[in-house]
């Protein structure tokens, strides 16, 4: 992730919010949503179901046919796409996170969000585009295992899948960003990609969810391997987590405009290695399996809100409607 943001959250000189009342992280998302949301009485993907292993694997193929571009085949993309003008893009990275997480945080995270927003999403559900998993890393270099693409590579492949997307008749493409250091690259791409396909084009790097996760999380500059994504990770993919490695590290500065959280502060460049000998800017040991089941689900409704009212929406009625 990118100085001053490195995950979807990063608390980004927003205000901070009190910490949540004393009740469990998950009755906390459930407040948020007023507990009526449909998303919220599913059950996820990594807790027991009614169904046995064999059907469940069945059923669960049978259902990403619908939403799942890379495959589908050439007629059934030709019916999806006459059934529905919007699209998912994830992009995420490939580079260190601590001693604790797995290289693939940025790129998993995003590529779990559209997934689980579309299988969400009621027919007809947005197509989910195949991960573009590489972005800008160069500032992690320094730690081995980090596979970095330049920005102007990275948005001139964006800019062509999303001219791409939009010949075969998407006119609405959300690009689901995993990846802080992108977000300078993402934006030029969706500019360039609306500039040139008259498309309605936007970057989520978290914007849709960032004050619930700041109400979820403890840790003030808490912005890459640290308390919120190690939650996630631990929510998804606990087995990825080397629990016995966590180790907090938490930025200070001399000046108050370049804290990760400050209200008054710049966006700046540095190479990680400079600022944190282990990676993480953070504090993981405050993460938690429950923290980041209710940040995931936050993340996830707040993203089906914005593509079920993008859904129905004709590009005129999006620039002029007025709610």
Request: glycine fraction near 8%.
């Amino acid at each position: 992730m990118g100085i001053p943001v490195h995950g979807r959250h990063a608390n980004r000189g927003c205000p901070r919010a009190p910490p949540p009342p004393p009740q469990t992280c998950l009755e906390y998302a459930w407040s948020l949503y007023g507990g009526n949301h449909p998303a919220l009485a599913r059950p996820y993907r990594f807790e027991g179901r009614e169904k046995g292993p064999e059907t469940d694997r069945a059923g669960a193929a049978t259902a990403a046919k619908d939403y799942l571009l890379a495959e589908l085949t050439w007629p059934e993309a030709e019916r999806r796409l006459a059934e529905v003008d919007i699209a998912l893009l994830p992009v995420g990275a490939i580079e260190q996170h601590g001693y604790h997480l797995p290289l693939d945080t940025d790129a998993f995270d995003a590529d779990y969000i559209c997934r689980e927003v579309a299988r969400r999403c009621p027919a007809p559900r947005p197509l989910v585009l195949p991960l573009i998993p590489y972005g800008v890393s160069y500032h992690h270099q320094d730690f081995p295992g980090t596979l970095s693409v330049g920005p102007d590579t990275l948005a001139r492949f964006v800019y062509e899948v999303g001219m791409s997307a939009a010949h075969n008749g998407i006119s609405k493409l959300v690009i689901v960003n995993g990846h802080g250091g992108n977000m300078a690259t993402l934006q030029y791409a969706a500019q360039m990609i609306n500039r040139d396909a008259h498309i309605f084009t936007c970057v989520d790097t978290g914007e849709t969810s960032d004050a619930d996760i700041n109400r979820l999380a403890e840790t003030k500059s808490d912005v890459h391997a640290g308390e919120i994504e190690t939650s996630t990770s631990l929510a998804t993919r606990p087995e990825l987590v080397d629990v016995t490695r966590l180790e907090k590290f938490v930025p200070r500065f001399s000046s108050q405009y370049l804290d990760f959280s400050s209200e008054y502060g710049v966006e700046w460049y540095a190479h990680t290695s400079r600022i944190s000998p282990s990676g993480v800017l953070g504090d993981p040991t405050k993460a938690s399996a429950e923290k980041g089941r209710a940040m995931m689900e936050a993340m996830i409704v707040h993203l089906i809100r914005f593509v079920e009212g993008l859904k129905p929406l004709s590009l005129a009625e999006i620039h002029e409607r007025r709610i």
